[in-house]
């Protein structure tokens, strides 16, 4: 097998169901091959490893191969700067996988950012339309995908062509990410998701991040339902609306994306994405208790088990003065749905720019704190098993964690996806 810049240029071959669907299917374009051999063995992995049976296995990387490896674009050796920068990953790439872990179940899910062939150029300079285009298409063959929500809030936070040339003309080539999309692979099938970056429509219409998001979220019929959780949300991040002169992020605490389910209204979420530049205990239970607005038992038992995992991964305090969403020291999403008194926190905690085998080690007693025993014994095991985990630093990106009454610890990990063969997860 043959590497170039690392990337892999080797024939699909072997008896993997990725290789083995490579072979098959085949490839439009070497772009698409590049991509393939270079990402699915890791998807394929993930999957084996969460336990999915190999009809499951073959299922979800051939939805991969068909709907989502298209809209990747030129591939990009790792090292190499990409033709467009994507929100995903510091390297610029728009693909991310992650495990959700939940009591003995553990879920894949897919993340990435759809792109045009005229991304970056005079016609769609901050790739605002392929992620519309993904989302009809998939619409067409998969029943459960909705896109009431997604065309109200595409309508609401999108910006003109004229405002996006204006705009891309000003920031810099990472920074102009404008839609994501995610699918998570259930055993009962796909749950697809939109996210909406808004501080470029914020900042030409001159007006605070928070202050439009709310205004696009109250628009929606469907948000008298969440009327209290939305009030108390708002109440918490008053400080967020305050005027920024120049049009950055200026706030220590900063909303910078909404994502929504692609379902039907009834049975879908918004989430209002937080970050944050003190990354302290004392800010987190700020954060996960609202600054005391949320008080209910299961806010508080989450907040316990929070507390144990903090020092478990020996976060200490830190503090930045910039707000890079690449780098951010914390972050937080808040979770609304139709019929619920309150909104959800969840815990977002890099990882990355940590010696990955250092991670690996406090990840494994955060699984036998939790008593996850059959996840703690084999994670560092089949962990990248080709890599040496002590040479690097960018491969387990993000931990975050959240607490439901009824369902317990919601633990999700997320990884650097691009860029080599893996034997292992």
């Not at 510091?90 to 553990?106: A, M, R, V």
Request: glycine share 6%.
């Amino acid at each position: 097998m043959a590497k170039i810049n690392d990337t892999v240029v080797a024939p699909c071959t072997g008896n993997q169901p990725s290789q083995l669907l490579g072979l098959a299917l085949g490839f439009a374009n070497f772009d698409q091959e590049l991509w393939w051999l270079n990402t699915a063995p890791l998807l394929g992995n993930l999957l084996s490893q969460a336990n999915y049976d190999i009809h499951k296995q073959y299922q979800y990387l051939a939805f991969y191969h068909k709907h989502i490896l298209p809209m990747l674009g030129p591939y990009t050796a790792p090292g190499l700067e990409p033709r467009w920068m994507g929100y995903f990953n510091s390297d610029g790439h728009p693909f991310e996988t992650s495990l959700n872990f939940q009591d003995s179940k553990i879920t894949v899910r897919l993340a990435f950012e759809p792109l045009s062939p005229l991304a970056g150029t005079d016609r769609d300079p901050l790739n605002q339309f392929m992620a519309r285009e993904f989302l009809g298409q998939l619409a067409r063959s998969q029943p459960c995908v909705d896109l009431q929500w997604f065309n109200h809030f595409d309508s609401e936070l999108g910006l003109s062509l004229e405002q996006a040339r204006l705009i891309a003309s000003k920031v810099p080539k990472l920074g102009k990410t404008q839609r994501g999309v995610g699918i998570d692979l259930r055993d009962h099938g796909i749950v697809p998701k939109a996210y909406f970056y808004p501080e470029h429509k914020a900042r030409m219409m001159g007006v605070p991040i928070a202050g439009l998001v709310f205004k696009a979220i109250r628009k929606l019929e469907e948000s008298k339902s969440f009327t209290l959780a939305l009030d108390t949300l708002e109440k918490f991040l008053a400080p967020c609306f305050k005027t920024r002169a120049d049009g950055y992020y200026k706030n220590p605490t900063e909303v910078f994306a909404v994502s929504i389910d692609c379902l039907v209204p009834s049975k879908s979420r918004i989430k209002l994405y937080v970050g944050e530049t003190q990354a302290t205990l004392a800010r987190v239970r700020e954060l996960w208790t609202l600054g005391g607005l949320l008080a209910d038992q299961a806010t508080l038992t989450g907040l316990s088990l929070i507390e144990a995992i903090w020092d478990i991964l020996d976060m200490g305090d830190s503090k930045t003065q910039q707000m890079d969403f690449n780098y951010l020291p914390l972050g937080f999403y808040y979770e609304l749905q139709q019929g619920t008194e309150y909104p959800k926190p969840q815990l977002y905690i890099p990882l990355h720019e940590k010696n990955d085998d250092t991670i690996a080690n406090r990840l494994t007693k955060v699984f036998e704190y939790l008593k996850w025993n059959d996840i703690a014994v084999r994670y560092k095991e089949q962990l990248m098993a080709n890599l040496n985990l002590k040479e690097t630093t960018s491969i387990q990106r993000w931990v975050s964690f959240s607490y439901l009454e009824n369902k317990g610890v919601y633990m999700s990990l997320y990884f650097q996806s691009v860029g080599g063969f893996t034997e292992n997860m």
